[in-house]
């Protein structure tokens, strides 16, 4: 029979994994498609580079459109990352009638829909599957499992890289800097590990999934991001003597056709499930109107999971390619979006002040919150015998987040308020 030849982009983390599951379930992956596949050439950057697998170097290139343009390859599997050049090698590689899989969020929440538009010209696919948490097969949930329904909102610890450092953080107190090396060294981070710690590469995912989920045009620049290099082992501690987990954490929801989406470390109640997703794990919990509460769970990064989704998404490629079709997952907006403004943007806050320890100081304190019209749930004075500076923990009920940046814009004035030392959004 025939073999299905593919070029890989890529033979890092990622690249290896698809290598090892190809070579290693062959029999299986060949019984489900029909005929073998072959991973004819691979690109890298290093030929001289020592690699964790034996590879025949005759098949190794460091030139990419040696691979694309190879007319006997069928699928391009794009495992290499990068934005600029990668795109023009996806784009070339469709222009040449090969189907594509990838990993690249950077590239799928940035160049998305012109990449889709390429492939529906040309009638090739491309599937994206690993490009969020993963070896959570969540794309293909969304377009396929969620077709019936209206989904409302979607919360997502979509970063292998950050879980594992703020896991570590709170049930070790291990450093930020020690376990963010550690990631690296596990394969978790990107190459430049700021977008995972910013909140940007959880941003590209949230862009994607809002995208499928809502069935419109999530852009980049929609969401608000905010990352947990701030996040200190003193807050964390906060959130678990309050009965929370700190999350970085993904949130897309919507009233009526009205969205928000925004990333930010985020304090989750401990009996939601999402709190109890630790390391590497990530978690896509999904509201559907008619369905109600799911959740999908699954490790978010590293080379074996990634690569089951990639080997997938490959599976899928070949049986279209087989029966002459295509399983476009093509992004067709259906509404414009209007994004929430940030008066109509609600949720609860965890504000820690350190203030002056004197009489009539929370009268103070609660008077501006009271002036914004942002009600109380709680507030605890942590016990502080010097009489030095003392802590004050706010917990508000739901109040827009205009509302909040008045309040916090306010405090900057109040002589009683020495620091404004965290706010984080409260979930759950
Ligand atoms: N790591 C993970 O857990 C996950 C990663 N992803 C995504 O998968 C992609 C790959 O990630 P990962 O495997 O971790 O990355 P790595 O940095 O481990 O691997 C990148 C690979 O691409 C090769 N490469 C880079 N630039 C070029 C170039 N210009 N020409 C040819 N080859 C090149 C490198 O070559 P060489 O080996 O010679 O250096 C290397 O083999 C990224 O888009 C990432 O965001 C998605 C989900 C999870
Ligand atoms: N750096 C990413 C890798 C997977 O997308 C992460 O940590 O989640």
Known sequence: ??????????????????????????????????????????????????????????????????????????????????????????????????????????????????????????????????????????????????????????????????????????????????????????????????????????????AILGTLGFRTNVELEDVSVQGISNVTKEDIQYAKQLGYEMKLLGIADRQDDQLSISVQPTMVKNTHPIASVHGVFNAVYVYGEAVGETMFYGAGAGEMPTATSIVA???????????????????????????????????KNFILLQVADKAGVLAQITQVFAEFDVSLASVVQTPNEQHTDAEIIIVTHDASQANMNKVLKHFEGLDVIHRVKSVYRVEG
């Open 313 to 347: 998404d490959l599976v899928a490629v070949v049986k279209n390619l087989k029966l002459g079709v295509n399983g476009l997952k093509a992004i067709v907006p259906y509404k414009l979006k209007k994004l929430k403004t940030e008066e109509e943007i609600a949720f």
């Open 1 to 206: 029979m025939k073999p299905i030849k593919v070029g890989l982009l890529g033979l890092g983390t990622v690249g290896t994994g698809v290598v090892r599951i190809v070579e290693g379930h062959q029999e299986d992956l060949s019984s489900q498609v029909g005929s073998p596949i072959v991973i004819e050439r691979i690109a890298v950057k290093s030929l001289d580079k020592q690699r964790t697998i034996s590879i025949d170097s005759s098949k190794l290139t460091d030139n990419p459109l040696d691979v694309i343009r190879d007319p006997e390859i069928d699928v391009i599997i794009e495992v290499m990352g990068g934005i600029t050049g990668t795109k023009e090698y996806i784009l070339e590689a469709l222009d040449r009638g090969k189907h594509i899989v990838t990993a690249n969020k950077d590239l799928m929440a940035l160049h998305g829909s012109e990449i889709l538009a390429k492939a529906q010209e040309k009638q090739c696919d491309v599937f994206y599957e690993a490009s969020v948490a993963g070896g959570i097969p969540i794309i293909r949930t969304l377009i396929e499992g969620f077709s019936s329904d209206r989904i409302m909102k979607i919360m997502g610890i979509v970063n292998g890289t950050t879980n594992f450092i703020l896991t570590k953080m709170s049930q070790e107190g291990a450093s930020y800097e020690a376990v963010l090396s550690e990631a690296q060294e596990l394969g978790y981070a990107e190459s430049d590990p700021t977008s995972d710690v910013e909140g940007l590469d959880a941003a590209r995912k949230m």
